[in-house]
């Protein structure tokens, strides 16, 4: 990874959705970028936070397919699945994946699992810290056991093949109500997720910590006031 992505990725590393959405804000960015709530993580992890995201976006677009379903034998589907995936609906593209990568997928709110847990480890082998999309996820069990992070609009069952093709890649696209293009700066977590514009994401990150640094010395006196221990988010 080049320094200057690193450098951005800690400098929104341990913000909130919130605080980014309050920098956005300031920015006069009023909900821009903040994706729909229906589009939430598969699992979270309250102790260390390992669900949350911050990374750059790399986008995919699928879309419904018109062409016919042709196997006639089991032996036939197994083919049929094999050269689907290779011919029209591969994607994302493992050697374009750069380190620090938020893989993006507008799924155009289809009912297919465009995310699993064979194809999004090997994103993360590859580079990626996570994946968005408006479709579905499947395999979530093991999603959830190799913590992967992962945000969906579902949970379903099936897969792309006989289903749709891949549309574009590397190509602005559209998820949860928000322009994401190829670059733009990603933060999810609990609440959801957020996309910053790449030509402000220094000024929304230095606002999102005024924000950040204020809530949690409010948070921190209150905690002393209540008798909790102070922890990570103080």
């Excluded at 928000?178 to 910053?196: E, H, K, S, T």
Aim: proline share 6%; net charge negative; aromatic share 8%.
């Amino acid at each position: 990874m080049d320094e200057k992505r690193r450098a951005l990725i800690e400098r929104y590393r341990g913000l909130r959705v919130t605080d980014v959405s309050d920098g956005m804000d300031y920015m006069g960015l009023w909900d821009r970028g903040n994706m729909a709530p229906d589009i939430r993580p598969l699992w979270r992890d309250v102790e260390t936070f390992a669900h949350r995201i911050y990374g750059f976006a790399h986008t995919v677009r699928f879309g419904p397919t018109n062409k016919p379903i042709t196997p006639r034998s089991p032996q036939e589907a197994g083919e049929f699945i094999r050269s689907w995936y290779r011919d029209l609906a591969q994607g994302p593209r493992r050697e374009l994946i750069q380190e620090g990568d938020v893989i993006v997928i507008d799924g155009q709110d289809l009912d297919v699992g465009y995310i699993g847990s064979n194809n999004a480890l090997s994103w993360i082998a590859a580079g990626a810290v996570g994946a968005v999309t408006n479709g579905g996820c499947r395999d979530t069990d093991e999603l959830i056991k190799e913590r992967v992070p992962v945000y969906s609009r579902l949970i379903t069952k099936t897969i792309r093949p006989g289903r749709l093709e891949l549309i574009d890649e590397g190509r602005p696209i559209t998820v949860g109500g928000v322009l994401v293009r190829p670059g733009d700066f990603v933060v999810a977590d609990g609440d959801g997720v957020v996309v910053v514009p790449i030509e402000v994401a220094e000024e929304v990150a230095e606002y999102a910590w005024q924000v950040a640094k204020h809530d949690k010395a409010g948070r921190r006196e209150l905690y002393q006031k209540l008798g909790l221990p102070l922890d990570d988010t103080v």
